[in-house]
């Protein structure tokens, strides 16, 4: 029996519900250490004086890291424009000012002392002054005449410092044909990660006098650079392991406690301390210090004739990268190749920006660029639907890209596309030539009874492609390595094996899918591979947990790692090694002008959904019932586990269109707790959701496997503002639908009580 397509338990599991599990916060190693790290609390401000004797004689205090400990103060996964730590001088060399703090989370010191409490009382004893610098707040202030530069030493001079541009055709004809045009401008909000574990690690010397750092991360080997780099040390001086990780979303692909953890063990080390140091934010601490969904703004212009056939687009967006750049160049990429949608546009414009602020850094986040730029697409398709009085479906049949299709970039897609199955597949399991429902009753407050005398019932739809894998000319690569056992005979087979990744497993069940794979490729049972996994000093690099591209990629380098092991086994070989370095189709980088064809993407996913809600037009108040959603996964490897990716990225999404609503002034987070933040609790989120899944083999991937993890999240805020307009007749341009929001928009447009 094939060892994909099955249901397989998780190896994980039973740790995980009993709470066996050792995440980074539950590791105590003997003769731990505890550090602290110190945020500067200056969202824009230079320091002139850092003093830290108070705090370096303080009880329990070992030692006290700052600016000038840290050999190459910068980093940064796309470019070094970040000091490690902020400081008024620095012994090592930088390509970024470090005595500038750009952020509120910016890091000035990391205290280690013998207890937590007292690296934290510690801290509250150093001194520093500080010169206000001017603050630009966000995108308009950032953008104004004259406005500051957060960043003086950028070769932009300006900051709006990475500019992306596609000019297809000829837009200005295309909008002198048009029978009708669509017009309009879309706030973008930040969201939250809210992974379960906040960020943690310890760091100590190995028994090889590696410098090794546990953590929970997306990409051990990024990690390791960074680290290796910070501390000018060879690679092969430090080591990066992963133990089990509590959620990550995008939100653990940049630095957090990686590089001054490492910092604390190397200087302590130094001075004849051989102590392991551990730290763990507070949740307060996490929100506050971490990177965001990026805000936006894009505003766009359609134009179509009037059976609904696009003609051109234009489009001018802005992203919001906050202090530092973390992956903004990258995620504006995907908002760029989408804000036009996955449809057949023959002429376009689009301009794209990301901007500094001194506001939280944006960075990845599921969909990374895709969800913005599904919202603008999606909501701007279902307004051209509106216009021209046809059904939401009707007009995505009219203009979705299929198979050999011409793409944004002006050339083909890789082949495999299959949204316009995945659109049918949606539109008949929601029924959706079905009549209109009648209203729900919605109890808006636990102290009223259920009523449907305000209630307006409306249904959704919006579709969505994204990105498997880096793009725009990354070096993308995967590496396996699989050990076959088994009898010297020269006719035996093998008995078992080992598989040796880096892959990231960050709630995913990606370790279970890799062990599925290996033994599909093998030919062995699951449970005859010993894994292993996350660990720099026995795995080659398999690039990040991102971009929907972890069981695409690995199970190419999988598939790869086998052929060499069985090559090995009939040479006689016992054990018999199979290492392989999967390297995918290459992709380009848009050129300046935007007008030569390029290749931006060597795979894409496909998904569509379909929502039916509820509103309360006197309360604000949204009810989802059902949500339909239909994803060509290509092949599948473990159906629960799909089903848990679908579910989970739907309830994501819910979060992000309808509650959380972080709230950014003047470059400080305002509300960073859950009591402020509202995620989704199992009271709020849909009634029903339905996963139907496609098995359409992508030819390039494993098996015929496509990524699929972030594709649920992209298209549903558009489907729910779909499903608003067909409840109200008011469209919204901005979210979260929050009740005061909802409401608000409702009565501007006349809708409900005066």
């Not at 990660?193 to 006098?209: I, K, N, R």
Request: proline share 7%.
């Amino acid at each position: 029996m094939s060892a994909l397509g099955q249901s397989l338990p998780r190896p994980d599991a039973r740790d995980k519900v009993t709470g066996d599990a050792r995440y980074p916060g539950d590791r105590f190693p003997p003769d731990v250490l505890f550090a602290f790290i110190v945020f500067t609390d200056q969202p824009h401000a230079r320091i002139t004086r850092l003093d830290t004797a108070a705090a370096e004689a303080a009880e329990g205090v070992v030692a006290v890291v700052t600016a000038a400990d840290v050999p190459v103060n910068e980093y940064g996964l796309t470019m070094f424009d970040q000091p490690v730590l902020i400081g008024p001088t620095s012994s090592g060399r930088s390509a970024v000012p470090h005595d500038v703090s750009r952020w509120e989370a910016d890091h000035l010191a990391v205290v280690i002392a013998e207890t937590e409490e007292q690296a934290r009382s510690a801290a509250a004893l150093i001194e520093s002054d500080w010169e206000a610098l001017p603050l630009v707040a966000d995108i308009d202030a950032a953008l104004a005449d004259g406005a500051p530069l957060v960043h003086p030493e950028h070769p932009a001079q300006s900051n709006a410092y990475h500019h992306l541009v596609i000019t297809k055709g000829d837009v200005a004809t295309a909008f002198e044909r048009a029978d009708v045009v669509i017009e309009g401008t879309y706030e973008l909000p930040y969201q939250e990660h809210a992974y379960l574990q906040p960020e943690a690690g310890v760091a100590y010397v190995d028994e090889e006098g590696r410098i090794t750092v546990e953590v929970a991360g997306q990409w051990t080997h990024e990690d390791q650079e960074q680290i290796a780099h910070a501390l000018d040390l060879d690679l092969d001086a430090v080591r990066v392991i992963y133990p089990p990780i509590g959620g990550a979303f995008g939100g653990r692909e940049d630095m957090s406690l990686q590089i001054v953890l490492a910092l604390a063990v190397r200087k302590l080390n130094e001075r004849g301390i051989d102590r392991p140091v551990r730290s763990q934010w507070s949740r307060e601490e996490s929100i506050v210090g971490h990177h965001k969904r990026h805000r936006g703004r894009v505003h766009t212009r359609w134009a179509a004739t009037k059976d609904g056939v696009l003609l051109g687009v234009e489009a001018t967006s802005h992203l919001d990268a906050g202090s530092y750049n973390y992956t903004s160049n990258k995620v504006l990429g995907n908002l760029h190749l989408t804000v036009a949608g996955p449809y057949e546009v023959p002429n376009a414009q689009l301009d794209s920006y990301a901007v500094y602020t001194n506001a939280v850094p944006g960075g990845a986040f599921r969909g990374f660029g895709g969800p913005q730029g599904c919202f603008v697409s999606e909501t701007q398709m279902n307004r051209l639907a509106a216009a021209l009085h046809l059904d939401p479906v009707e007009v995505r049949r009219r203009n979705v890209l299929g198979e050999g299709s011409i793409g944004i970039t002006s050339t083909p897609l890789p082949a495999g596309v299959s949204l316009p199955e995945v659109i049918e597949e949606c539109a008949i399991e929601a029924d959706w030539e079905a009549p209109p429902r009648p209203p729900a009753a919605i109890g808006a407050f636990a102290s009223l009874p259920p009523t449907t005398e305000a209630s307006r019932r409306g249904r959704g739809f919006a579709c969505a492609y994204k990105n498997i894998g880096f793009s725009f000319g990354f070096p993308e690569r995967s590496v396996a390595d699989i050990v076959l056992h088994g009898s010297d005979d020269a006719d035996a087979r093998p008995t078992s094996a080992e598989l040796y990744l880096a892959g990231a497993d960050v709630g995913q069940g990606a370790h279970l899918a890799f062990l599925q794979m290996a033994a599909e490729a093998t030919g062995l049972d699951v449970e005859a591979i010993t894994p292993g996994f996350s660990d720099t000093a026995t795995s080659g690099d398999s690039g990040s947990a991102s971009a929907s591209r972890l069981s695409w990629m690995t199970g190419n380098a999988i598939l790869g790692a086998a052929e060499e092991a069985e090559k090995a086994w009939r040479d006689g070989d016992r054990p018999a090694r199979g290492h392989f370095r999967y390297t995918p189709p290459p992709t380009e980088m848009l050129d300046p002008d935007g007008r030569t064809p390029t290749t931006p993407n060597f795979a894409y996913g496909y998904v569509a959904e379909a929502v039916d809600l509820s509103v309360d037009v006197e309360t604000g108040h949204i009810v989802v019932h059902d949500v339909v959603c239909a994803i060509d996964v290509g092949r599948i490897i473990n159906p629960q586990q799909v089903t848990g990716q679908i579910e989970g990225a739907v309830i994501q999404a819910h979060g992000y269109c309808l509650s959380e609503n972080l709230v950014v002034i003047d470059g400080r987070v305002m509300n960073p707790r859950f009591s402020g933040y509202l995620i989704p609790g199992i009271g709020d989120i849909p009634e029903q959701v339905r996963s139907v899944m496609l098995e359409i083999p992508d030819p390039r991937g494993p098996f015929g496997v496509r990524g699929m993890a972030e594709m649920p999240l992209m298209p549903y805020a558009p489907a729910i503002v779909g499903a608003l307009y067909d409840a109200t007749g008011v469209w919204f341009d901005s979210f979260p639908l929050t009740p005061p929001r909802v409401r608000a928009v409702l009565r501007a447009a006349g809708v409900g009580a005066s």
